[in-house]
């Protein structure tokens, strides 16, 4: 699979915003996608990226540079519910198969 | 609503026993995969499936065989279970096509004593 790189752990205070790093081997690269995932629950879909640029979802948004091999998820006006593990993953064009990073736990604290 | 369903939250199993882990989708997904998840190093895929009867290893496949008998249904077996096969096991599945998200179920914490 390919190398994805992103932070162990992040903490931020509620109302702050947080960027989450993902960054990423560029030889076949397609697309990124990024999942939340609370404490005991399955992944969930936030977003996909295929094209350079911002996507603005809400409070979530998501940032790609295919040329630099990296991405950021940006988590605006925290709440303690965002308090969960963030997956970034890739996929190589033609692809089924995702790879992941080992995820970012990100704290939110009042 | 999408739905992926895991036949087990939690299991314990003996060293040496052949342990089933099934997994049921109903979207009509082709693809389907198994991952598993430790703690420093996220999801590992195990094996997947894009169709009915055909399977592809993926990272860490060694101890590891599946079988998808329908489309709906894929399961993962251990034939021998050890020790470092305790872990979070995830399942999940995507339509056809590259780049198409992917629903997982609720997770199998297996643990191997």
């Known amino acids: 699979g390919q190398n994805i790189d992103q932070p162990t752990e992040m903490t931020a205070t509620e109302g702050a915003i947080v960027q989450i790093n993902c960054t990423y081997q560029?030889?076949?690269?397609?697309?990124l996608f990024w999942y939340q995932q609370h404490a005991g629950e399955a992944p969930t879909f936030l977003s996909y990226n295929v094209l350079d640029g911002l996507e603005e979802k809400g409070r979530f948004s998501s940032f790609l540079s295919r040329s630099k091999g990296y991405s950021y998820l940006l988590l605006k006006e925290l709440q303690m519910k965002d308090s969960a593990s963030y997956l970034c993953a890739g996929h190589l064009s033609n692809d089924y198969k995702l790879s992941f990073g080992a995820g970012t736990t990100v704290t939110v604290r009042a | 609503d999408v739905k992926v369903t895991q036949s087990s939250r939690y299991l314990v199993k003996r060293t040496g026993e052949k342990v089933f882990l099934e997994c049921v989708q109903d979207m009509d997904h082709e693809n389907m995969f198994w991952y598993r998840q430790d703690p420093g190093l996220g999801l590992r895929l195990i094996y997947f499936?894009?169709?009915?009867?055909?399977?592809e290893k993926g990272d860490i496949p060694e101890g590891y065989s599946v079988s998808r008998e329908k489309k709906e249904r894929f399961s993962l077996i251990l034939e021998s279970a050890s020790t470092n096969q305790t872990s979070m096991y995830l399942c999940?599945?995507?339509?056809?096509?590259?780049?198409?998200?992917?629903?997982f179920g609720q997770g199998t914490r297996l643990t191997v004593v």
């Open positions: 499936s894009y169709d009915v009867k055909m399977k």
């Open positions: 999940a599945s995507s339509p056809t096509g590259a780049g198409t998200e992917a629903f």
């Open positions: 560029t030889s076949g690269f397609n697309g």
